[in-house]
């Protein structure tokens, strides 16, 4: 795969290089016009975080859950979207179905306001996260990570960080990016149809 800055190509290196996981990514539509017609048309296995039928409107600018697979088009388009903040990406063990991980982040697209009114977490915005995620106490830090081995996001200052849960907490360090470009041709996969 081609990237157009090492950034990419690190959060690359870093969503597929541990065996027996597999990648991730909750992105927000509203942050990446075009993302819905992409899955439409591309091998991936994906699902919508919000319930029921959305009107188009709605449906285009809502949160998926999208299952990376390494050199198909979808992961390419994502890792090299640029000016946008489209995500988070994830790493998650094999053994965890793609409903159980659709279910795990849908845990977390409401939360209580200051006044226990429901509002809308905007997690997968990565400037939200990278702020939220080192501010969490060690037990609420082990309900957001779940499944999760690691998460990868962009911080405001747009430095990749890679996130992981300890029993003191939520670590993290900061990414440095590839030194040479690769490239590689992959066969696509085929699109599994997902019920969520």
Same mark, same amino acid.
């Given at each position: ?5 090492? &950034? +990419? ?12 996981? #597999? ?39 809502? !949160?998926? /859950?999208?299952?990376?697979? +390494?050199?198909? !088009?979808?992961?390419?388009?994502? /890792? ?21 991980? #659709?279910? #795990?982040? %849908? &845990?977390?697209? &409401? ?27 060690? +037990? +609420? ?30 670590? #993290? ?17 085929? %699109? ?5």
């Amino acid at each position: 795969m081609i990237f157009d800055d090492p &950034r +990419q190509e690190n959060i690359d290196k870093h969503l597929f290089a541990t065996p027996g996981h #597999h990648a991730y990514a909750v992105v927000d539509g509203a942050a990446l016009p075009g993302l819905l017609p992409r899955l439409y048309n591309y091998p991936a296995d994906y699902c919508c975080l919000f319930r029921g039928e959305l009107l188009p409107e709605l449906a285009a600018m809502a !949160p998926y /859950l999208i299952k990376l697979e +390494q050199y198909t !088009p979808i992961t390419e388009w994502l /890792l090299n979207s640029k000016d946008s903040h489209p995500g988070i990406f994830s790493v998650i063990p094999d053994a965890l179905d793609f409903n159980a991980v #659709h279910t #795990h982040f %849908r &845990r977390f697209l &409401r939360v209580s306001g200051p006044d226990n009114q429901a509002l809308y977490f905007r997690y997968y915005d990565p400037r939200v996260m990278s702020e939220y995620l080192p501010s969490c106490p060690p +037990q +609420q830090a082990r309900t957001v990570f779940g499944p999760v081995q690691y998460y990868l996001l962009e911080d405001p200052e747009q430095h990749t960080r890679l996130y992981w849960v300890g029993s003191d907490g939520v670590g #993290h360090r900061s990414l440095m990016p590839v030194a040479e470009s690769t490239s590689s041709l992959a066969p696509e996969s085929k %699109r599994e149809k997902v019920t969520c």
